[in-house]
């Protein structure tokens, strides 16, 4: 809201989400890909079969290794920033905007760094049932990166120099928030490298396909910010302002539920109980989907008074605000299949197999590349990108659920589909309660009061229609959901 704000959609704010993408997309494939997929189940299985003191001593281990290879990474990316950009956004013909990336890129990149160290840290207390300060860690890094706008931009001449140096402050806030609850249990850090380690050499194994197929999605997006350079001004910054509301259902829920199952379903997988497992994957899916449907067709039918209010402020305005729902209706299609995703890669990595993701991968980004190119040419132009990636998301979900049907067998694929098809129905009641609702009052000129009641008014309508859907299609995630709230769960 506050980038929305203070530099609404321009080259300036394209070069910084340039810059931002970079160390995001590397975070990804290091934080993402070789920590959470492949470092928790081997943690856990040590946890589980062996002795604590075993794990601490992969984990120490994994460390060591993790801080060698960052403090080269990180050097090799501030030394070919230029190079970088220059590839990343192609289209960018303006030098001053290139050589902002350029700079911005360099000062973000030990980002990199700092959120690698957070992701070791999560995969440790996750993995000993600490769940608060992982958690807590997003909003910590948005207190550096609002400091960065409020307070750091006023200092230079290019404010977004500022934001970029809050994105450092917020990781670094993130990596201290972490270190007392790793205290609690019991892990001392000491520098120990032993690559010949059977634990750590397991890690890599699974982490080397696994670093593709996690980050996909960073790929994919990558792709897009590529694309999108060729675009007219401002289109990487609506497509990214449509990203941060997409993935906000996909970071509250979505992200939540796999980053606590994902040492549930690896312990599970160790005993070699797979019943439990299956049935905790399943119940997993129906829970994620009980949100991602309503969402996507939320944001679809009534996304622009969302974006109305949230973003219209200051410099943000009116046509702003289309292009940049014309960007989220596209990309909320793909919600619920990215929600799939994120919980069925971590089921494969859990049983030590991250060959199957590597091939959705593959087909995911290569839909996302030949239909992007295709979408951009059409009268959608930037949300043709995001329909891209949404289609991309389909495919890649159908690809996964196949192989894991040849992986596992029996998964209960019926019953995922008939509690998804309750979830539409519900949803579709909703979606027209709401757009009813949203008719009433103009998005783009009435007052911000006024904007503001009416969208809580459709929220707690739209989502008491839903709910009573839920209960009279007799959805068993729901009531399971309203139980755990009245026990203060």
């Known amino acids: 809201m506050l980038m929305a704000a203070f530099f609404s959609a321009t080259g300036a704010t394209d070069a910084f989400y340039v810059a931002f993408r970079i160390p995001n997309m590397a975070r990804r494939f290091v934080a993402e890909g070789v920590l959470t997929i492949s470092f928790i189940p ?17 984990a120490r281990k994994t460390l060591t290794l993790l801080l060698v290879l960052l403090s080269v990474l990180v050097a090799l990316g501030i030394a070919f920033s230029p190079q970088i950009v220059r590839i990343i956004a192609i289209g960018f013909s303006d030098p001053s905007q290139i050589q902002a990336a350029v700079a911005m890129t360099r000062i973000m990149f030990p980002f990199l760094f700092l959120v690698s160290v957070m992701a070791f840290c999560m995969g440790v207390l996750n993995s000993h049932r600490y769940f608060f300060a992982p958690a807590f860690a997003p ?8 400091a960065g706008i409020l307070f750091i931009s006023t200092m230079f001449e290019e404010p977004l120099y500022g934001v970029s140096i809050g994105v450092l402050i917020g990781g670094l806030l993130q990596v201290v928030l972490q270190i007392p609850y790793l205290a609690k249990t019991g892990f001392r850090m000491r520098l120990s490298l032993d690559l010949k380690h059977p634990g750590l050499r397991r890690i890599f ?10 980050g996909v999605q960073q790929i994919n997006t990558l792709v897009v910010t590529l694309l999108g350079s060729f675009l007219a001004s401002g289109s990487i910054s609506y497509i990214y302002f449509s ?3 997409h993935e906000l259902v996909l970071g509250i829920f979505v992200v939540s539920i796999a980053n606590v199952i994902l040492p549930e379903m690896s312990a599970l997988a160790a005993n070699g109980n797979s019943d439990k497992l299956m049935e905790v994957y399943r119940t997993a899916v129906k829970s994620v989907l009980l949100v991602a449907i309503p969402a996507a067709a939320a944001l679809m039918a009534v996304g622009y008074p969302v974006i109305s209010v949230l973003f219209m402020h200051n410099k943000f305005t009116a046509v702003d605000v289309e292009m940049t729902y014309r960007a989220l209706f596209y990309a909320s299609i793909g919600i619920p299949a990215m929600a799939v995703i994120r919980l069925t890669n971590p089921l494969f990595y859990a049983l030590h197999d991250s060959r199957r993701p590597f091939y959705a991968a593959a087909v995911s980004l290569i839909v996302t590349a030949c239909s992007g190119y295709a979408f951009m040419q059409t009268g959608l132009r930037h949300a043709g990108l995001t329909l891209a990636v949404s289609v991309a998301s389909i495919a890649q979900m159908i690809v996964l659920i196949g192989l894991l049907k040849s992986r596992a067998g029996e998964i209960g694929l019926g019953g995922i589909i008939r509690a998804a098809i309750k979830h539409i129905v ?12 949203a008719n009433q009052i103009d998005w783009s000129t009435d007052p911000l009061a006024k904007r503001l009641l009416f969208l809580a008014v459709i929220i707690l309508s739209g989502g008491g229609v839903y709910l009573a859907g839920c209960y009279i299609l007799r959805i068993r995630e729901i009531r399971l959901f309203m139980d755990g709230l009245r026990r203060g769960r």
Not at 205 to 214: C, E, K, N, Q, V
Request: no cysteine; aromatic share 10%.
């Open 42 to 58: 081997v943690y856990t299985e040590y946890l589980v079969a062996r002795s604590r003191e075993e794990a601490f001593d992969l």
């Open 139 to 146: 909003f910590v890094l948005n207190v550096g990166i609002v």
């Open 205 to 214: 194994r699974l982490a080397t396909p696994g670093i593709f197929s996690m």
């Open 243 to 245: 990203d941060r509301l």
């Open 426 to 437: 519900s949803a579709s009641i909703m979606v027209l309660v709401i757009r009813v609702l």
